[in-house]
């Protein structure tokens, strides 16, 4: 499995802005975006380019999954974008409004070149109807795909619908979307939040993603990174509760009995399962249960490789 069914925040940074890509190279999100797409505007897509290029020493040494959103392959700034992505060695690129045939092309474009950076992923951005009915082929069309991403505004607009701070319009697509990405091992990657300034909003909108299946939520301001980091791990009851559950499984099975009961509610396998990968997840992250507190305390600072949802 793909170390993108772990990244949590993934940062969007419109590439033109050269203090905001500098800045995110040393914030907290498990991996950056820069956009050389929709938040560029046509005339600063080459000073964009030339931002990523220039930074390429920098990017390295971020040691952070370093993601480039490029322009639609049938746009006329696709083959320099790519260019530009193989110049630098990035992690991965970000392919919108995509379909299997533009990412069959993509595929081959980045195989077919000289470079030596030609290790790259590819991921998706499934903004379309069209996508999402065709989903279970784009996330299977090349072994370079290692997540997808659902884009809800271009979506919703696709379909002609209002987009809603609720997010009802978009329940059905987030699922189908989670399920078809996780069904195959990849990372599904939430839409992100656009109401920066609000972080009830912005915990409604994960919460829902993270029933739906996602494994990570896009950010498009620095004050949504914590959040989404923080939301996208257990909370303290489940911790508390997961290692309570596994402890009384591990006796109940040396005992020679298949079920327990804890707290009035049976626990079998599956739920012994579910509640020692929460007990990973809680140890991977040097999450610790202190006796104080009412709040466990992450006691060393993840870093983007190593900050398992999964
Ligand atoms: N990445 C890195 N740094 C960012 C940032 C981002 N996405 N968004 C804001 N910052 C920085 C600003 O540079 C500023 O830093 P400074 O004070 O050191 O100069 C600080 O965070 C506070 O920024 P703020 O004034 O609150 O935001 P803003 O009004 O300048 O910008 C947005 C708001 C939404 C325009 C901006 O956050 C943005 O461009 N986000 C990304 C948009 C994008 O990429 N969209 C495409 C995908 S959906
Ligand atoms: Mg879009």
Redesign the pocket.
């Known amino acids: 499995m793909d170390m993108s069914t772990t990244l949590r925040s993934y940062?969007?940074?419109?590439c033109d802005?050269a203090?905001?890509i500098d800045?995110?190279l040393i914030?907290d999100s498990d991996a950056v975006i820069f956009?050389l797409e929709?938040?560029v505007a046509g005339s600063r897509k080459q000073i964009a380019r030339e931002n990523l290029v220039s930074r390429t020493t920098a990017i390295k040494a971020s040691n952070k999954p370093t993601l480039v959103r490029v322009n639609g392959v049938d746009s006329p700034f696709f083959s320099e974008d790519l260019a530009a992505c193989l110049e630098v060695g990035v992690w991965g690129i970000v392919v919108p409004k995509a379909d299997a045939d533009a990412l069959r092309y993509v595929d081959k474009e980045i195989s077919s070149s000289t470079s030596r950076n030609r290790d790259i992923r590819i991921i998706p951005l499934i903004e379309t109807a069209y996508a999402l009915e065709t989903i279970s082929e784009i996330v299977t069309v090349s072994d370079r795909i290692a997540a997808a991403q659902f884009g809800a505004e271009d979506f919703t607009d696709d379909l002609g619908i209002e987009r809603t701070v609720a997010g009802d319009e978009i329940s059905y697509a987030r699922n189908r979307f989670a399920i078809a990405c996780r069904g195959r091992g990849k990372g599904a990657v939430d839409t992100?939040c656009t109401d920066?300034h609000d972080s009830d909003t912005l915990l409604r909108d994960i919460h829902r993603a993270r029933a739906a299946g996602m494994t990570g939520k896009?950010c498009?301001?620095?004050s949504q990174i914590a959040v989404v980091n923080d939301a996208f791990l257990p909370s303290e009851k489940e911790v508390i509760e997961s290692s309570h559950i596994w402890e009384l499984w591990k006796s109940a099975v040396s005992a020679g009995d298949g079920t327990v009961v804890y707290h009035g509610k049976m626990i079998d396998r599956p739920i012994a399962m579910r509640a020692e990968r929460v007990v990973n997840i809680a140890k991977r992250h040097g999450l610790t249960l202190s006796p104080d507190s009412q709040y466990y305390q992450a006691q060393t600072r993840t870093s983007g490789y190593d900050n398992g949802t999964t």
């Open positions: 940062l969007y940074v419109p802005k203090r905001m800045k995110s914030l956009d929709d938040a992100p920066f896009t498009i301001h620095p």
